[in-house]
């Protein structure tokens, strides 16, 4: 009975996201409906005995406000203090300036599909600085896409090219980044270096020559001819912005990974110490540059509705996720789910690719990749520990496995933003990232199998 209701809320939860309900009020309530129809029922207790308050309606609210406390603390700080530190850095137009300054390369490569390609590569360099999938195409769109058009891409292929470039969300300071090694019980640091970064060395290379392919052998099927043009860009008002402002969005990853086991051990460094630092090199630049205190000042308010901006979109989407995922655990789905795995010999990492298809699936489906990874990520300790699985090597395809699909959904925010920008299709555009992005999950699955064959 309790697998029969979970699929039921499960397919109805589904169902409003892809029809553009909020996601978090729609996993708030389907996971407290299961959380009180287990209790009801008998099948599954929402909290133990020694911190239950008593009532099983009042539980339910109990385990929310407890996770929120224990949420919000230590990872929902590092997501906030990440999310109002990129607030700022577009604000001041330093993203703009790190994006202008790691183009100029390209443009020395002859053929325009390899530009093309290293507009891809250079986009997915940059994401470790921004880690707004969204946010860099749209200054990829202002930037390189009307270069790529000049060149004599056709516009489907230079927007496939853009919008992709953060198909892995690699970075250090990235939400699921963040969520996944602390779920997993390890560093970022650590889970970045020796877990992302081989994935996406890799991938380098498999979805560049994908992407130059792919683009390519399209454009000439469309009957598009390449012809190079003069290309007039309306300068942006951000783009006044000095050029050596493109080291400030660096800072604080510089930070992160020189204080580390990577390299100095004997000073600590945390990511909210060093969005802190960035901001405060940030505001002094700022002084310097305009000498008006006012203003300065003024504009740091964008790092503190950045703090308000994460809170409100991403520490309540994972806190929406961990009680849909408790309302599972309440209805024993998942042990149902593990043990019917067991019985058909699911080994551990069969049991990785049903997670991860699930994932994949979901993110296509509801066009968010933080949607489906969020919801599902507190569960796989639980799962991970039943197949013997290392939580890592769960959580890692299933968090690429979310952000690389989510590019294959005509529905999903950098679909959509650079569609419209680049005046394509959307259900156009994800015909030409498919076959790249199809590459990028091949690339996480077979690195993931030769970490655990390998014991890395």
């Known amino acids: 009975m309790g697998v ?45 005995a020694k911190v239950s308050t008593g009532s099983v309606f009042f539980d339910a609210f109990e385990f929310m406000r407890a996770t929120l406390s224990s949420t919000a603390g230590k990872l929902g700080l590092n997501i906030m203090s990440v999310g109002a530190f990129a607030k700022y850095m577009d604000k001041i137009g330093a993203s703009r300036s790190l994006v202008r300054l790691t183009i100029k390369p390209l443009l020395a490569l002859k053929s325009p599909y390899l530009v093309m390609s290293g507009t891809w590569i250079v986009g997915m360099l940059i994401g470790l600085c921004i880690n707004s999938a969204s946010g860099l195409a749209m200054l990829l769109m202002v930037t390189m896409f009307p270069i790529l058009i000049g060149l004599g891409v056709s516009r489907l292929s230079a927007t496939a090219a853009v919008a992709t470039t953060l198909c892995f969300d690699w970075s250090p300071s990235d939400t699921g980044t963040i969520l996944s090694a602390e779920t997993a019980g390890v560093d970022p640091v650590f889970y970045w270096s020796h877990y992302q970064v081989p994935i996406v060395a890799v991938a380098f290379v498999v979805v560049g020559v994908l992407h130059y392919l792919t683009q390519k052998y399209m454009d000439k099927r469309d009957g598009h001819v390449v012809k190079p043009m003069e290309v007039e860009r309306v300068q942006d008002e951000s783009d006044n912005a000095p050029l050596f402002y493109a080291i400030l969005p660096v800072i604080p990853l510089a930070l992160i990974l020189s204080f580390s086991s990577l390299w100095i051990t004997t000073i600590k460094m945390n990511i909210v110490m060093a969005m802190f630092i960035g901001l405060f090199v940030g505001v002094c630049c700022e002084y310097i540059r305009w000498r008006d205190g006012k203003k300065v000042f003024a504009d740091i308010q964008a790092f503190f509705d950045g703090l308000g901006m994460q809170m409100a979109n991403v520490i309540t989407l994972i806190l929406a996720g961990q009680v849909f995922a408790k309302g599972l655990l309440c209805m024993g789905t998942i042990n149902a789910m593990i043990e019917g795995s067991k019985g058909l010999g699911f080994g551990p990492m069969a049991m990785m690719l049903v997670m991860v298809a699930i994932i994949g699936c979901s993110a296509v489906v509801m066009g968010s990749g933080n949607a489906p990874f969020f919801a599902f990520a507190a569960l796989t300790p639980a799962v991970a520990a039943a197949t013997g699985l290392h939580p890592v090597l769960m959580l890692l395809p299933m968090h690429f496995a979310a952000s690389i699909m989510r590019n294959c959904s005509p529905i999903t925010a950098v679909i959509v933003v650079s569609s419209g920008m680049g005046g394509v299709s959307s259900f156009d555009l994800v015909k030409r990232t498919f076959i790249p992005m199809i590459g990028a999950m091949i690339v996480t699955i077979g690195m993931t199998f030769f970490f655990y064959y390998t014991g890395y």
Do not use: E, H, N, R
Request: hydrophobic share 60%.
């Open 4 to 48: 029969v209701i979970s699929a039921l809320v499960t397919f109805w939860v589904g169902y409003l996201i892809y029809k553009k309900y909020k996601p978090q009020p729609v996993l708030f309530m389907g996971g407290m409906v299961m959380m009180w129809l287990a209790a009801v029922l008998g099948i599954g207790q929402i909290l133990g």
